[in-house]
């Protein structure tokens, strides 16, 4: 599995994880049970696909670079 893959793949199932956490927040806050833990639940999957996402959206122009300078 190359490295592009597997950032893609974990991309995917982080962004799985944090749907889950936020449809579990609306549903506590609309049950009224708001709960702190569950509040900041979602942030670190966000955070994480914030980091996976900026490396997917990034590596066509490195590639590309790496080309250009491969060539001249």
Do not use: C, E
């Not at 579990?24 to 900041?40: C, E, P, S």
């Not at 639940?41 to 996402?53: M, Q, R, T, Y």
Request: a positive charge; glycine letters at 2%; proline letters at 6%.
């Amino acid at each position: 599995m190359t490295p592009t893959s597997l950032i893609r793949q974990s991309h995917r199932w982080i962004s799985l994880f944090f749907t889950l956490t936020v449809i579990a927040n609306f549903v506590a806050l609309f049950a009224g049970r708001q709960m702190d833990w569950l509040t900041y639940l979602p942030l670190l999957p966000l955070f994480l696909l914030i980091a996976s996402g900026t490396v997917l959206f990034f590596q066509p122009y490195v590639r590309k670079a790496k080309a250009r300078r491969a060539v001249a």
